[in-house]
C-alpha cells in the first residue's frame, strides 16, 4: 500500500460502478483500493441519472460536490452529505442540473452495529468563519464518527490564501494524524512543496506518515474523511494534540434528517 497517493482529477480513469454501488453515471476513480486502505470515487450524473448504495460491507460517505439529487425524501445541494451505514441501502437521482459525488469508503468492513443513513442538507451543516478568535481557518463537520452505529468522519477546513512559505514556516507546518485519511480540495490551491494543486485533487496519507501544505494564493478549502475516529495530531516541532477534542470545542454535533422514504 502507497504512504501517500495524490490523484489529481485531469488523470482520474473512468471505471466501472465499483462494489456496492450500481446504477448510472460516469466513475472517475480518485484513490483505488489496489493502492490505499480507504476508497474515492467521483460520481457524475446527467439530469435525472440515479445510483444506489447497496447495502456494503464498510460505511459510505457521499458528499454532493455540485448540481443536486434527491435522496429518500429529502432535497441535498452542493454541500450536502449522506451517510449509508454498512449494510444499509440509499438512492439518489440527480436533479435538473445533474450533480458530481465524491464518494468516501473503507476497503475494510466497517465495525458499527450499521443498517441506517443519515442525511445532511447544506443548510444544517454545523460551520464557522473562524475556528478562533485569532485564526483565518473556517471549517464545518459533517460525520463527527460520535453516531452509535457508524465510525465514519468528514470534515472541511478552509483557509485564506497564502504566499509560498519560507522553510522555517513550512517545517512548523509538518505533521501527522494516527488514522488513514484522504483529502479533497474543493476550491483555491493546496501547496504541497514547489507544486500547486487545485480543486478535484485528492490526497491519501497513511497514519502517522509526516506531511504538510499550505493554502495558495486563492486560498483552500477542502474536505478531509476518516473510516475511524481521529485521534492524535502530532507536530514534528509542536504539540500533540487530540483532533477530536478540538473539532468538538468548536463546533456542534450534526443533526441529521432520518430518510422520509
Same mark, same amino acid.
Given at each position: 500500500?502507497?504512504?501517500?497517493?495524490?490523484?489529481?482529477?485531469?488523470?482520474?480513469?473512468?471505471?466501472?460502478?465499483?462494489?456496492?454501488?450500481?446504477? /448510472?453515471?460516469?466513475?472517475?476513480?480518485?484513490? &483505488?483500493?489496489?493502492?490505499?486502505?480507504?476508497?474515492?470515487?467521483?460520481?457524475?450524473?446527467?439530469?435525472?441519472?440515479?445510483?444506489?448504495?447497496?447495502?456494503?460491507?464498510?460505511?459510505?460517505?457521499?458528499?454532493?460536490?455540485?448540481?443536486?439529487?434527491?435522496?429518500?425524501?429529502?432535497?441535498?445541494?452542493?454541500?450536502?452529505?449522506?451517510?449509508?451505514?454498512?449494510?444499509? !441501502?440509499?438512492?439518489? /437521482?440527480?436533479?435538473?442540473?445533474?450533480?458530481?459525488?465524491?464518494?468516501?469508503?473503507?476497503?475494510?468492513?466497517?465495525?458499527?452495529?450499521?443498517?441506517?443513513?443519515?442525511?445532511?442538507?447544506?443548510?444544517?451543516?454545523? !460551520?464557522? &468563519?473562524?475556528?478562533?478568535? /485569532? !485564526?483565518?481557518?473556517?471549517?464545518?463537520?459533517?460525520?463527527?464518527?460520535?453516531?452509535?452505529?457508524?465510525?465514519?468522519?468528514?470534515?472541511?477546513?478552509?483557509?485564506?490564501?497564502?504566499?509560498?512559505?519560507?522553510?522555517?514556516?513550512?517545517?512548523?507546518?509538518?505533521? !501527522?494524524?494516527?488514522?488513514?485519511?484522504?483529502?479533497?480540495?474543493?476550491?483555491?490551491?493546496?501547496?504541497?512543496?514547489?507544486?500547486?494543486?487545485?480543486?478535484?485533487?485528492?490526497?491519501?496519507?497513511?497514519?502517522?506518515?509526516?506531511?504538510?501544505?499550505?493554502?495558495?494564493? &486563492?486560498?483552500?478549502?477542502?474536505?478531509?474523511?476518516?473510516?475511524?475516529?481521529?485521534?492524535?495530531?502530532?507536530?514534528?516541532?509542536?504539540?500533540?494534540?487530540?483532533?477530536?477534542?478540538?473539532?468538538?470545542?468548536?463546533?456542534?454535533?450534526? &443533526?441529521?434528517?432520518?430518510?422520509?422514504?
Amino acid at each position: 500500500m502507497s504512504k501517500v497517493v495524490v490523484s489529481e482529477p485531469h488523470k482520474a480513469p473512468q471505471v466501472a460502478m465499483p462494489a456496492g454501488l450500481r446504477g /448510472q453515471g460516469r466513475v472517475f476513480a480518485l484513490v &483505488e483500493p489496489e493502492r490505499f486502505p480507504l476508497t474515492l470515487h467521483r460520481v457524475d450524473l446527467e439530469p435525472g441519472e440515479r445510483f444506489e448504495v447497496d447495502a456494503r460491507e464498510a460505511d459510505t460517505v457521499l458528499y454532493i460536490l455540485s448540481g443536486g439529487v434527491g435522496s429518500c425524501g429529502c432535497s441535498l445541494p452542493a454541500g450536502s452529505s449522506l451517510i449509508a451505514e454498512r449494510t444499509a !441501502s440509499a438512492t439518489v /437521482q440527480a436533479g435538473f442540473e445533474g450533480a458530481s459525488i465524491f464518494v468516501f469508503s473503507a476497503t475494510e468492513p466497517g465495525r458499527g452495529e450499521g443498517g441506517h443513513v443519515h442525511l445532511l442538507p447544506r443548510a444544517r451543516v454545523p !460551520s464557522c &468563519e473562524r475556528v478562533s478568535e /485569532q !485564526s483565518d481557518t473556517g471549517g464545518a463537520i459533517y460525520a463527527d464518527s460520535d453516531c452509535p452505529t457508524c465510525e465514519v468522519w468528514l470534515h472541511e477546513n478552509h483557509f485564506a490564501g497564502a504566499e509560498a512559505p519560507t522553510l522555517e514556516e513550512a517545517a512548523r507546518g509538518i505533521h !501527522s494524524h494516527s488514522e488513514d485519511e484522504v483529502i479533497v480540495v474543493l476550491s483555491g490551491q493546496m501547496r504541497l512543496g514547489p507544486k500547486l494543486v487545485g480543486p478535484g485533487t485528492a490526497l491519501a496519507i497513511a497514519a502517522d506518515t509526516l506531511y504538510s501544505f499550505t493554502a495558495g494564493p &486563492e486560498g483552500l478549502s477542502f474536505i478531509n474523511f476518516r473510516a475511524r475516529r481521529p485521534g492524535d495530531i502530532r507536530f514534528v516541532n509542536g504539540p500533540v494534540m487530540n483532533e477530536t477534542g478540538l473539532w468538538r470545542a468548536i463546533l456542534p454535533r450534526p &443533526e441529521y434528517l432520518e430518510p422520509l422514504s
